[in-house]
């Protein structure tokens, strides 16, 4: 049911618009270079793949991490990757290079960077808490980096697109972009996706786990590769996009049975979908400068966090 509401969305998402486009002058005619022909390759189905390809990423990321950090309010950015791939993007951008081949690179160099300082900070043995303290400092530290370089910026011009890149975008996007991030998107999928039945012995705990014939050490490296590969690639072309893949695994735990492993798919599709709805909003009530997308999730977002925290505020505190 999934695959197919997000065929349909992803349907929608193609030819929905300001101007109406003529499939005959898409498909059946021979110059590709007519106005409806290059609006619809070189815009709108960039545009849709990769909400597409981030919503999914997004998606799946949340729904591994709070597997493998036992906390329904994990998020796929708490363990700093996606700060640290903000941040090795907006170094980029400060000093002007806009490469999509480096940017993808910068971001996933920057995310397995972050994460490999939180799990040096919280230890070989660190409970969960002290593991997300160590994240909680590293977004902390990537924050006050990126805020220094907008201060620093040579020109309001430039303060103006790194401020504007870190709320979230799905547009100017290219098919160059989307051939670079999808090789580590789908090898990032891969580790993520095969360690799923381990996330299942994880929630009776590490201990528990082990004695299941588990090797923890090794879930623990394939997730930080398959997190630094996934969301390295897509927040360097999207920026920052928050709370898809907190959201997302909330909808679906009581239809999943709340098992980690049958929650991973049913969230990419489900994030794929959130994002792809998202984007349709921002196109379809977007005058004049349009309206960031990250700045649209986190609207939606925010008041859920605040709803999951009042829900589990017994639990966790």
Same mark, same amino acid.
């Given at each position: ?189 891969? @580790?993520?996706? &095969?360690?799923?039945? /381990?996330?299942?012995? =994880?929630?009776? *705990?590490?201990? !528990?786990? #082990?004695?299941? %014939? ?65 984007? @349709?909003?921002? &196109?379809?009530?977007? /005058?004049?400068?349009? =309206?960031?997308? *990250?700045?649209? !999730?986190? #609207?939606?977002? %925010? ?15």
């Amino acid at each position: 049911m999934l695959a197919l509401l997000l065929a349909g969305v992803f349907f929608v998402s193609l030819w929905a618009g300001p101007i109406d486009l003529d499939p005959m002058q898409i498909f059946f005619n021979k110059e590709a270079t007519t106005p409806h022909a290059l609006i619809f390759w070189e815009i709108r189905l960039p545009r849709s793949l990769l909400a597409l390809l981030a919503g999914s990423t997004l998606g799946l990321s949340g729904a591994v991490m709070q597997g493998y950090l036992r906390n329904p309010l994990a998020s796929p950015g708490l363990l700093g990757n996606a700060s640290g791939a903000a941040l090795f993007s907006v170094i980029l951008l400060y000093f002007g290079i806009h490469s999509a081949f480096w940017l993808p690179i910068a971001g996933m160099l920057g995310s397995f960077t972050a994460l490999m300082l939180v799990l040096l900070m919280a230890g070989r043995n660190a409970s969960m808490t002290v593991l997300i303290l160590s994240g909680v400092a590293i977004n902390s530290v990537c924050a006050a980096a990126m805020a220094l370089l907008l201060n620093l910026a040579p020109s309001p011009w430039a303060v103006r697109d790194l401020y504007l890149w870190l709320q979230g975008s799905l547009s100017n996007v290219s098919s160059t972009d989307l051939k670079v991030m999808i090789l580590p998107l789908v090898i990032g999928w891969m @580790l993520l996706l &095969r360690h799923a039945r /381990s996330l299942d012995a =994880l929630t009776f *705990g590490e201990d !528990t786990a #082990i004695s299941m %014939g588990v090797d923890t050490e090794r879930v623990r490296i394939a997730i930080v590769i398959g997190l630094s590969l996934a969301i390295g690639a897509v927040v360097p072309v999207t920026g920052i996009i928050g709370f898809i893949g907190l959201v997302v695994p909330h909808i679906l735990r009581p239809v999943t049975g709340y098992l980690p492993s049958r929650l991973l798919i049913p969230s990419a599709l489900t994030g794929a979908i959130l994002l792809l709805i998202a984007d @349709l909003f921002v &196109r379809a009530f977007s /005058s004049g400068q349009e =309206l960031r997308i *990250g700045v649209l !999730t986190s #609207i939606i977002g %925010g008041p859920f966090f605040v709803a999951l925290i009042i829900k589990h505020r017994k639990t966790l505190f």
